[in-house]
């Protein structure tokens, strides 16, 4: 390195990651498994005025193998490995990967004669994938990004809004469990290209509901699918007649999740589906169950099952490192029982903001905040889970708090989401009259179809003639028919 940057160069890194430290003062960095040594004289952590921990840069950056060096002239930092330049200015909410702008929420700065850098950006500008170990206090980055050949796995929890998208990583094979209402289907094929190579290797729909298999049918679109799994069940809805056309059309192997199986992954994970046999009335009862099993590391994925049915097949769970919260955080998909038998270390909550249901329910976030780390996809967007089975980090520090109740604006403009309308037989009925049926005590209300409204009373009964006009009169959707 020449001596006239040196200074400059002796850097650092600004990173999102919370403010803590360990007993040593020092929160650490590890880069593929080696921990990043820093000096007093080149820079140590500190934590800075907006809460950041900002790290060392040239360390970070030459054990990452970066070529470094900086432009005096336009007060840029610049760093260069594999035909990748990015280029950082100083104080500009942006970085320049390759001449292309991204866009950033933090500002790269000079102080005390160093400059700092923002380290997520950066490095995934680079294929890197950035975490955060809050267990043992360290920014966990992986090289190589989605793909890498180093024995990692990622699960990415997808913001769609009030609906449900996960996608398991494992190099070149993919899982995708649903993909959010049928508005969704475009982020969800956007978000798949940058890690998709080929065709999809296997196709999870949890169960009917439209916010978990409307973005389903864009997918089949735009991918060949060598496999699809779903609970074996039919609607007579648009978007599940949608869905199962597409599967016939694509003539992908076909399996109902009716008795247990596994998927081996290339790494050695499995995907096992959990053997609830039992047929219910309720589609969220029906939810494939799934448990991604990757050396000591268990992620589960519950669909939307209520936590009577959980209880009820209690033999069938165990604990697990990771749970991917059931319904949208709701408090039927969740139990003492269940919590005392699964013991989730981190939960991951997908839910829209200011969504009519209330999602995540207070008795639901408060028993998992008791346990959990708890972080939500309407707070942090996409979530990134990377393990190489035997650790577990994410790609986000923004944990959820008991404030997160209703996942609320809180007064500021709400990201604007789809809408899950009602949904339609695919065919006409004779009833068009009666739309929704609310209940004057409980404030509830239903589609006319669902089973509630069979053993309410007469003289609890209301017409209701729209779903808008039933949330003006104070009136909240039930969480079984989802009207």
Not at 298 to 312: H, I, M, P, Q, R
Not at 380 to 390: A, H, L, R
């Amino acid at each position: 390195m020449k001596k006239g940057i040196g200074l400059l160069l002796a850097a650092a890194l600004l990173i999102a990651v919370p403010n803590c430290t360990h007993a040593d003062g020092a929160t650490k960095v590890e880069i593929d498994g080696k921990q990043v040594v820093y000096t007093r004289e080149a820079g140590t952590p500190f934590v800075d005025e907006a809460g950041r921990t900002q790290v060392p840069f040239r360390q970070t950056m030459e054990t990452y193998g970066c070529t470094i060096s900086w432009d005096g002239t336009e007060q840029t930092a610049i760093a260069q490995k594999d035909g990748i330049t990015v280029k950082v200015p100083i104080g500009q909410p942006y970085i320049y990967r390759n001449g292309t702008k991204v866009e950033n929420d933090t500002a790269a700065l000079i102080q005390d004669g160093r400059t700092y850098l923002p380290i997520r950006v950066v490095l995934e500008s680079f294929g890197a994938t950035v975490g955060w170990n809050g267990k043992t206090n360290t920014v966990v980055v992986t090289s190589g990004g989605p793909t890498a050949e180093n024995g990692d796995i990622q699960v990415h929890f997808l913001d769609v809004g009030q609906g449900d998208a996960v996608l398991i990583n494992d190099g070149a094979f993919e899982i995708l469990i649903d993909a959010g209402v049928a508005a969704e289907g475009t982020k969800v094929v956007q978000y798949l290209s940058d890690y998709v190579d080929g065709d999809l290797d296997v196709v999870v729909a949890s169960h009917e509901d439209a916010d978990h298999i409307g973005g389903l049918p864009a997918v089949f679109d735009a991918y060949t699918v060598e496999e699809v799994v779903d609970n074996g069940r039919s609607s007579t809805t648009k978007t599940y007649q949608t869905y199962r056309n597409k599967v016939q059309a694509e003539g992908t192997d076909y399996a109902a999740d009716t008795a247990a199986q596994t998927i081996a992954l290339p790494s050695g994970a499995t995907l096992e589906f959990l053997p609830i046999t039992a047929v219910y009335d309720n589609a969220n009862d029906n939810s494939v169950v799934t448990m991604l099993t990757y050396g000591d590391v268990e992620v589960l994925f519950t669909g939307d099952l209520s936590a009577n049915v959980a209880d009820a097949n209690s033999s069938l769970f165990s604990d697990v490192d990771v749970l991917k919260a059931g319904h949208h955080g709701s408090r039927t998909s969740v139990s003492s029982q269940f919590l005392q038998t699964t013991k989730p270390e981190y939960v991951v909550i997908s839910a829209g903001i200011d969504n009519s249901y209330g999602h995540p329910h207070q008795e639901a976030l408060s028993a998992y905040l008791n346990i959990a780390d708890v972080y939500g996809t309407f707070r942090s967007g996409d979530i990134v889970m990377t393990t190489d089975g035997k650790q577990v980090s994410f790609d986000t520090t923004e944990k959820l708090t008991i404030s997160d109740v209703g996942v609320k604006s809180a007064g500021t403009t709400p990201m604007q989401k789809p809408v899950v309308q009602p949904e339609q037989p695919a065919k006409p009925t004779t009833e068009t009259t009666v739309t929704y049926i609310g209940n004057k005590n409980s404030k509830v209300f239903h589609c006319a179809s669902c089973s509630s409204v069979s053993q309410m009373k007469n003289s609890n009964k209301v017409t209701l003639g729209s779903r808008d006009g039933a949330i003006s009169q104070g009136y909240r959707p039930c969480e079984n028919c989802q009207p």
